[in-house]
């Protein structure tokens, strides 16, 4: 799972425009514009100096597997559609975050970002009737493979288009001690 120590990039989307905002805007500013912490999520990019407004929204990691973002003709909040990797070892923790409007000559030099996790995180751990042996595999079964998820949520990412059900599985081979608590996966080995 990626924490704000961890994160390396982002899509950045940015729109520039008067007055309120319309889901008929486009974004015209930035469109999956790459930052990143090895540049210290600087860009090229200024703010025009005029009291237009901003409004950016963002996904992390940018162009990871699975990801396709909405096109620069799309109109309104941008969605990202993402098809999970068959792989567990493929699945990445996928961030999501966005701001309010901001007034362009009144923008502070750095524009924060807040990100929320987009995908649920499953790890396992042994129980208290799990006897001393060996785990050679687990699965997640009947879950969704592949939606789309809106860059415009309110309290938490929102996901549509639910569709593809199927399964994923680890091959593990690991032994078990029959001990309450016990990790059974790595964290390499996260379903998301």
Known sequence: PVTALTIRDAGIFAFNFQGEWSEFLKPDFMHNFRVAKDTEWKTDRNFPGNSSKMRFYAYSPYNCEGVSVSPKEYSGAPAIIYTVPSSVYSQQDLLVGKTQDIVCSTAPKQIELNFNHALTAVKFVTGSDLAKGQIKSLMISGVYTKGKCSLDY?????????????????????????????????????FM
């Open 154 to 190: 309110s309290s938490a990412p929102q996901w549509s288009d639910l569709s593809l059900k199927g399964d994923f599985s680890l091959m593990l081979n690991r032994p078990s001690i029959g001990t309450s608590g016990e990790m059974i996966t790595s964290e390499e080995q996260t």
